[in-house]
């Protein structure tokens, strides 16, 4: 059995995280990006990568693109794929804001997957263990690529958009009433960022693994009594 051949496009926050659990994996993947010097500078920091020109794209078995939602379908359109071609890989739209449906109304005798990132690049470069959503059942040469990096998950993209607008807002929300609050009390802008930066990301860690202090736990429980009042 020949070796799968699966090529990123996109070397972002999200195409950066991927690939550097992949090549601690020693994954073999084909990196591509139009500027050139900017592959070549990616390909040497990452053993398991190689380079791919333009003249490859249509030749690999699976191509991600990890791109902008305004970039994906014009990409498409130039890699000139046609439904009479012997091989054609299988692509996958990682665009959050670009629905999958989108692409195969556009190109429907293309094979295109969605296969959508719940979380923030920056956690999945510093812990793995992704979570991602796809609506369909992935062909098994793309399911087991990305099973080095985390698990797959059947559910609409719209799940997904909801999930990751009400984490941004209410995260927001969190950060301005910090500032407001630390604002009001003169504390200093030093203390507030250590508290944006560092103590509330990880009290929000703690919690959902629930290994909460015993400081946090009994506020923890002051609040569940003032909810329970307001009701």
Known sequence: MKPIKVGLIGLGK???AMLTHWDQQ????GLY???RTKAEQCVQNYQSSYLLKE???SEVDVLILALPAMEVIPFISRLKLQSNMKHSPFLINMATNLPTNKIITEFPFLKVHGIKYMGHAKDLLEHGNGLFISETVLPPIVEEFYQFIGKIIIDSENCLKEVNKLATYFSLKTAIHLENEFTKRGLSPEYLKRALTSLAPEVIR??????LGHFAKEIVKEIKEENEENM
Not at 26 to 29: L, M
């Open 14 to 16: 999200l195409g950066t």
């Open 26 to 29: 020693r994954q073999s993947i």
């Open 33 to 35: 990006h139009p500027n």
């Open 55 to 57: 003249e490859d794209l």
């Open 206 to 211: 703690s919690y959902s693994e629930g290994s």
